[in-house]
């Protein structure tokens, strides 16, 4: 056989984060072809064997569920009915309410219904929009797949009703949401509308009730995305889709050449206090927010100079 001959022109330097790139796309790439088994295999080939065990953990959970949770009701809001209903106690249990025959609150299937509804929509967003580049996919995950959306799906369903806690504090945030979440007019859960900041237990049931799922399910990931969609809907869609304020700002500045002026922010007795300001056209656009939440102040803020910027481009025009 003639041998064959290689050329190099010099040595090539590739950077690690680029082959990582590589290594997800190409697993990704036989995942969508061909499946679970099929992205294990290659990723076995490549060093990264991972054991499942499919044998589920005994649980000693000795709870009349009926008890404690509307089972029933719930299983009709989820289109699911538990095989085994401690589940659903164990993922509406807060920290602060713990029995001697409720072992563990919520964390844990917390912990894995977060890490499978991000699978799943991602997934679903993947091969609905098979034309979408990778940047919009991404857009519509993270204004899909956040602990405001899922705070805002739990208060429209009700979940908030049903959660198991012993902590007057957290009634009274709950509460106060919920009375909240009714004045406000959102067509959609999805997306950066709110301007209120929910407790984090409002969007931990969601995750939690869909790692109940799964578990009880035998690891069924197409059934808990069935169960758990219905409370997401409508879902996000690259026409409804709207970027984080914070970003939209800075892409607007960058495209106009707006002078975007360094955040103020200051806190006292617990209150973020964050002011934004934009400089366009010799105009100053300038917002002051506060809350003890500064991440939220700062996106309503952000909201508000976008606002005043729009209004003042469209009365230009005309």
């Not at 164990?90 to 029995?99: F, I, P, R, V």
Request: net charge positive; proline share 4%; with cysteine.
């Amino acid at each position: 056989m003639p041998s064959v001959k290689m050329y190099c022109r010099g040595k090539l330097k590739i950077k690690g984060k680029r082959v990582a790139d590589v290594v997800e796309a190409l697993t990704g790439a036989y995942l969508s072809s061909g499946g679970e088994v099929a992205a294990l295999s290659f990723m076995k080939w490549l060093g990264l064997e991972i054991d499942f065990a499919n044998a589920p953990l005994p649980r000693h959970f000795p709870v009349n569920a009926e008890k404690l949770v509307n089972v029933r009701y719930l299983e009709s809001l989820l289109h699911y009915k538990f095989h085994d209903p401690s589940l659903l106690v164990e993922a509406l249990t807060h920290g602060s309410y713990m029995l001697p025959e409720i072992p563990r609150c919520y964390q844990r299937l917390e912990f894995l219904g977060d890490a499978v509804l991000d699978y799943a929509v991602t997934a679903y967003l993947y091969f609905k929009y098979p034309g979408l580049t990778p940047g919009l996919i991404t857009d519509l995950r993270s204004a899909s797949v956040n602990n405001e959306c899922y705070a805002q799906s739990a208060v429209k369903a009700g979940l908030h009703k049903h959660i198991l806690h012993a902590s007057q504090e957290l009634q009274r945030q709950i509460s106060r949401t919920a009375e909240d979440f009714g004045l406000l007019d959102l067509v959609s859960t999805f997306g950066w509308e709110a301007e209120t900041t929910f407790p984090k237990v409002l969007g931990d049931v969601i995750e939690s009730l869909a790692g109940a799922i799964f578990v009880d399910s035998g690891f069924n990931k197409d059934v808990t995305f069935r169960s758990i969609r219905p409370l997401l809907e409508p879902l996000i869609t690259p026409q409804t889709i709207k970027l984080q304020p914070k970003r939209e700002l800075r892409e607007l500045c960058d495209q106009k050449g707006y002078i975007k002026k360094k955040d103020i922010v200051s806190r006292e007795n617990g209150v973020a206090y964050i002011t934004v300001e934009v400089e366009a056209d010799g105009v100053i656009h300038k917002d002051t927010r506060s809350g003890r939440d500064k991440k939220m102040a700062k996106k309503v803020a952000c909201k508000n100079v976008l606002k005043s910027l729009k209004e003042c481009a469209a009365n230009a025009q005309h």
